[in-house]
């Protein structure tokens, strides 16, 4: 018996229920089928919309990134060079400024985490100036290392005018050389042994 004869030999209210199901069915996978290609485009969509968000976020963190880098270069290149011992840079930007520097006292060097080092030199200045002083500050700063003041104690003279005593503790900062890698010094090692 075929499909055909069997749909034949149903009553019309079986029919009429066969029918109405075979609608149904076709409403559901017309339906359904939009619905669920909408739904995975949608969601397809999404992603792109994300992936298309981290591209643009990353472009523009991208100049940021490239900022930090230059900025760590300038101060890596500030520290390249390590400063001269401090007593002799200061006695030589005294005597340009016509600042004589009677007392210098070295301190022990502070280390600052693992790479970085604090080496610092007390002095002592007598009968200066404002204005010379002033001038032996800005030399300090404008001698190229990194070097500040970290204490800084005037005291005025009496009733002589324009006349201090002054004290003050110039630091200068030191990078520590990078160690080698453990691999990198086998590796130096075994280029060294071969002719």
């Known amino acids: ?22 609608l149904v069915g076709f409403a559901i996978i017309v339906l359904l089928v939009p619905v669920g290609v909408t739904a995975l485009l949608h969601g397809s969509r ?13 472009t523009t963190s991208r100049a940021e990134v490239e900022k930090s880098r230059a900025v760590r270069q300038v101060i890596e290149g500030r520290y390249a060079s390590p400063a ?4 002799s840079l200061l006695a030589g930007v005294g005597a340009e400024v016509g ?14 985490g693992k790479r970085y ?8 200045l007598r009968k200066v100036g404002m204005l010379k002083l002033a001038r032996f500050m800005e030399r ?35 990078r520590k050389p990078d160690k080698p890698a453990a691999g990198d010094d086998a590796k130096a090692g075994a280029t060294e042994e071969q002719p």
């Open 1 to 22: 018996m075929s499909l055909g004869e069997r749909i034949e030999r149903l009553e019309d209210r079986e029919r009429r229920l066969l029918v109405i199901l075979a």
């Open 46 to 58: 999404s992603e792109n919309d994300a992936l298309r968000d981290a591209i643009a976020q990353i």
């Open 84 to 87: 001269p011992p401090l007593a």
């Open 99 to 112: 600042v004589a520097i009677p007392e210098t006292q070295d301190r022990q060097p502070v280390p600052h």
């Open 117 to 124: 080092e604090e080496k610092a030199t007390k002095i002592s």
């Open 140 to 174: 300090i700063e404008q001698a190229g290392f990194p070097i500040s003041i970290s204490l800084l104690t005037i005291r005025k003279r009496g009733t002589e005018p324009d006349s201090y005593d002054v004290e003050m503790v110039v630091s200068a900062f030191e």
